[in-house]
């Protein structure tokens, strides 16, 4: 990531973790739609109101383990193997204790918060079945996504996809097989998607014992408690500013709940499409983390500022193209999704408003990532998480607000105006650093031009210098 086009790099780096992020949001969809057309669309609504539940508890896991990856990347800019070594057994410790602690505690509460997002009766005993079997197995996506994490780091992201890949074909096929042919409804969907990514994760894990660069020792397990300070002051923003908007969307599930069970069809058929979308704008977004955190290690602060402006340049051109389809294709798309239902009508058109009217505001978050990750591959976590407080704090007044006159228009547009704010504050904070960093950059090479002018300056004979 340290030398070459920019463009040519992300591209390359982001295109097959694209592919992935996508096939990665497929499992929730595949699960969805086969509970859907295999069991009934009460039991897809189910598994939809658990979705901002689980970014909750599985957004705050993986945002710990992307904080990891931002040391590896930096010392692998940096060629600093042996500590980038150490950083990826300490990021697996890590890991594997936060595991341990959030799973067991989102299972345990899982059906209180859903009753306080006010879940309506005739979905909650299936979303409580559905959420504690994904808690139960969160182990395995977490440990996939940062076995994916730490290859990217190193400026792998081929195999994170082919473990995908074949990680998705299992699910279906186990979704097909569960729901369909042995009739284990929503629970069946579940381990179905668990199965799978013990698979993706073991594919990772064998791709890695074979990279010399990647093999670990006993010795880099010894406990370094100061890498692992630096590790949790770089993951436990991101953990937060993950979890931070996924309360504001748990919040705002619980607004679209109270609105009524046809609504809470149409948001969870939404949602499925619009969590794809975004996918791009999210996935350009990592790459510029790691990109980031290589070329800042190296000391290229001139290539972080152009790969930047030549992400937001993709981002716009891709937020365009799935803005056209959306406003094409939405319905045939939630009609796919839903199924047959005597409500269906109804439930597709609300749904197909959604995609439509978010799609519009794509390109907000076609700035919001890039900057974003930026800022986290130069190891600025904090204003990140920071701006997720004010996302979730637009969310939270506006949802609270609008939809008393507007409706379901009021909660989507709450969810732009945070994305909005957020971005703002972002741009703010990204161009407030890069000029900090230039302003260093610029006084060390002038001490270091005047330090190398002062050695070639010969010495006066009988004086000491």
Known sequence: MTKGSPTRLILAFALPMLAGSILQQFYNLA????????VGVNAFTSIGCTSSMNFFVIGFINGLTQGFSILISQYFGAKNLESMRKSIAMSICLSAISVIVVSLAAALSSEGILTLMQ???????????????????VGCLVFYNMTSSILRAVGDSRNPLVAIILSTLMNIGLDLLFVMVFHWGVAGAAIATAISQVMAMCYNLVVMSRLEILRLSKKDFKPDFSMVRKMVVMGIPMAFQNSVTAMGVMILQGVVNSLGALYSAAYAAGCKVVNIIQQPNATFGMAITTYTGQNLGAGKLDRIRKGVVRCIGINMVICTCLCLCMIFFSKPIAGFIVGFDPNADQIIQEASNYMVFLSLFLWVLGLL?????????MGRTFMPMVSGGLELA?????VLTLPLFMGFWGVMTAEVSAWTGATIMLIIDYY?????????????HTLLKKKEALEKVPAIPGKHS
């Open 31 to 38: 699960d969805s739609v086969i509970v859907s057309w295999g």
């Open 119 to 137: 879940t309506p009766d005739v979905y909650m005993e299936d979303a409580v079945l559905y959420s504690r079997i994904v808690y139960g197995c």
């Open 369 to 377: 990532w890039p900057y974003r990750s930026a800022l986290q591959g």
């Open 394 to 398: 637009i969310r939270i007044s506006l």
């Open 432 to 444: 407030l650093v890069i000029h900090k960093l230039k302003h260093a950059t610029d006084l060390n």
